[in-house]
């Protein structure tokens, strides 16, 4: 096992918490060929996720939307990945770029998801169970069957024969320089003995996102029980940030910082490192919360839950027993009081007997919290 391939490439193109959800895989890899030449390749907006990875050897960037976003130039990048010479190639992104780079990368084994057409070049295309799917014209979505980390798993089993999985579930670093300046950033906007809780408020679809009114009624019981807030996010999410703190009664108070829009996926991760609880949606923070260690309350909505709950025994995952939970759409076609009713319906009362579950049960900083290997079941609340 340990001397079959000197050179392995991982793809996956996704965004950051698919990609978060890739590590185990690494991980797995490098103590099954120790030896080995490992890449992976991802999308250069998200070099911060997994260029430290201790488990890889090279972490290959494409710019998606930049300057590889053409056909000459993506061709150019295929033979610069044949120009590699890998001897396995294992794509995890089921789309047609990811596929065609893995299908055109000349490797001597080009294994995992793949679209039709590209997987005629394909020596194993393996299903994807963590995936939702729509049934009959669309007419029913059935949720996908297990969690995504487990699928990667089931291709490296299955098409690459590794027997021996090392699952120490999310895992990203960030060099030394940077946990210092995050740290300095942290301790520049709060007090020494603050206990500070993250909030990340926004997600790739409407129906991901919780009600922002509650989530600034959580943010003031917490001030008013002398925690401090960090709304964290992206410059997308900005304009949510600021409707949401503006229902705030203590929108004012010096406990409430926003970094929203203004720090690298680094630097999150390192903010993440000294806070005491991650407040989020169902989101790409949220794995990154996942890797860094950080209790985690999360709301799910649209989203279905086999395939992506946060993957920590710490977590705690609340949904509403809507019927048409999970739907998978991005926006809720439902009308007047029912628009996003398994959001409404996950009440700041709910959500907040279980954060304080969580700060009973902690209550310390990430970075000071114990992990437990093999310990990834996040505790699951239908009410």
């Not at 193109?13 to 030896?35: F, I, S, W």
């Not at 759409?329 to 907040?352: F, S, Y």
Request: glycine share 6%; with cysteine; charged share 25%.
């Amino acid at each position: 096992m340990t001397d079959m391939y000197k050179k392995i490439l991982v793809i996956n193109l996704m965004h950051l918490g698919d990609l978060m959800l890739v590590t185990p895989a690494l991980r797995t890899l490098r103590k099954n060929y120790p030896k080995a030449h490992i890449a992976l390749l991802a999308d250069k907006k998200l070099a911060d996720l997994v260029e430290n990875n201790k488990h890889i050897d090279d972490c290959i960037l494409i710019d998606k939307k930049g300057i590889d976003n053409n056909l000459i130039s993506f061709i150019k990048f295929i033979f610069k990945i044949r120009a590699k010479n890998f001897d396995l190639v294992i794509n995890l992104h089921r789309n047609e770029r990811a596929s065609a780079l893995a299908a055109f990368s000349g490797a001597k084994k080009i294994v995992g998801y793949s679209k039709p057409g590209f997987s005629l070049f394909f020596d194993k295309v393996m299903e994807n169970p963590s995936i939702a799917r729509h049934i009959g014209l669309k007419s029913r979505y059935v949720p996908g069957s297990q969690h995504q980390v487990k699928s990667h798993f089931d291709v490296l089993r299955e098409a690459v024969g590794i027997n021996e999985i090392d699952d120490g579930g999310l895992e990203m670093w960030i060099t030394p320089a940077m946990e210092a300046e995050s740290t300095k950033i942290f301790n520049d906007n709060f007090n020494v003995n603050d206990k500070v809780i993250a909030f990340n408020i926004g997600a790739s679809w409407l129906t991901k996102r919780w009600i922002d009114l509650y989530f600034a009624e959580c943010a003031d019981r917490l001030v008013e029980d002398n925690y401090a807030i960090a709304f964290l996010g992206g410059p997308m999410d900005l304009n949510i940030v600021n409707a949401c703190i503006a229902k705030m009664k203590h929108k004012d108070s010096d406990k409430v910082k926003i970094f929203t829009g203004k720090l690298s996926l680094a630097q999150v991760a390192g903010i993440l490192d000294n806070c005491i609880l991650f407040l989020t949606t169902d989101s790409g923070p949220m794995h990154i919360g996942v890797a860094r260690n950080i209790p985690i309350v999360t709301m799910f909505g649209a989203s279905p839950v086999p395939g992506f709950y946060p993957y920590d025994a710490k977590d705690i995952l609340i949904k509403a027993p809507e019927p048409c939970h999970p739907c998978g759409k991005h926006i809720c076609p439902r009308q007047g009081e029912d628009n996003l009713a398994c959001m409404k319906k996950i009440t700041v009362d709910v959500v907040m007997k279980y954060v304080y579950e969580l700060l009973s049960d902690y209550g310390q900083k990430a970075k000071d919290i114990p992990r437990i290997y093999g310990k990834y079941q996040c505790k699951v609340v239908e009410f």
